[in-house]
T-cell receptor, first 107, second 115 residues
Framework: TQLLEQSPQFLSIQEGENLTVYCNSS?????LQWYRQEPGEGPVLLVT?????EVKKLKRLTFQFGDARKDSSLHITAAQPGDTGLYLC???????FGAGTTVTVRA | GAGVSQTPSNKVTEKGKYVELRCDPI?????LYWYRQSLGQGPEFLIY????????DSGLPNDRFFAVRPEGSVSTLKIQRTERGDSAVYLC?????????????FGNGTRLTVT
């Protein structure tokens, strides 16, 4: 089983601040996906990273895949209350998920 | 277009009863996944189908859990002799293929409560 560990578990910040969440594994992944989940809803895909060292930007969100394809990070610039949610990374052929980081952005 | 639909959205049952949870995937998606999610945790893999067959059922916790997808579209997750520990949100997702980087489209889940 390819295990994904996410940190921190919880993050609470003020609107306008920046934040970074991490996804780490001892295994190599051919790709990793990041999802965001809001209460009462299913996870929604944000991005898929495929190439080691890859950086992808989605508006204020920046995703990076580690050179060795064992880790990934998500950086949010100038966070807004609408960024609040559970951020999940996932990978592997049957798409195993990490435990997630619960992000709360206070207005 | 229509997304993944799960019914019921909520199910309350008594310990020992049998329940069925239904998933209608996006039309044309060949892969279908079932996950279980506890509060504040990530989804835990249960089983996935490629077409009609269960390609991997290694996540099913025990033989009380069973899932079918007889015509390669709708899937039903069946739980026999429910226990309080089965209480969770059961998520279904579908994807165009079962390749590792094919994005999953999730339904909103069925919240199962066993009393």
């Amino acid at each position: 089983t390819q295990l994904l560990e996410q940190s921190p578990q919880f993050l609470s910040i003020q609107e306008g601040e920046n934040l970074t969440v991490y996804c780490n594994s001892s295994s190599v992944f051919s790709s990793l996906q990041w999802y965001r989940q809001e209460p009462g809803e299913g996870p929604v895909l944000l991005v898929t990273v495929v190439t080691g060292g890859e950086v992808k930007k989605l508006k204020r969100l920046t995703f990076q895949f580690g050179d060795a394809r064992k880790d990934s990070s998500l950086h949010i610039t100038a966070a807004q209350p609408g960024d609040t949610g559970l951020y999940l990374c996932a990978g592997g052929y049957k798409l195993s998920f990490g435990a997630g980081t619960t992000v709360t952005v206070r207005a | 277009g229509a997304g993944v639909s799960q019914t019921p959205s909520n199910k309350v049952t008594e310990k020992g009863k049998y329940v069925e949870l239904r998933c209608d995937p996006i039309s044309g998606h060949t892969a279908l996944y079932w996950y279980r999610q506890s509060l504040g945790q990530g989804p835990e893999f249960l089983i996935y189908f490629q077409g009609t067959g269960a390609a991997d059922d290694s996540g099913l916790p025990n033989d009380r859990f069973f899932a079918v997808r007889p015509e390669g579209s709708v899937s039903t997750l069946k739980i026999q002799r429910t226990e309080r520990g089965d209480s969770a949100v059961y998520l279904c997702a579908s994807s165009l293929t079962d390749r590792g980087n094919s994005p999953l489209h999730f339904g909103n889940g069925t919240r199962l409560t066993v009393t």
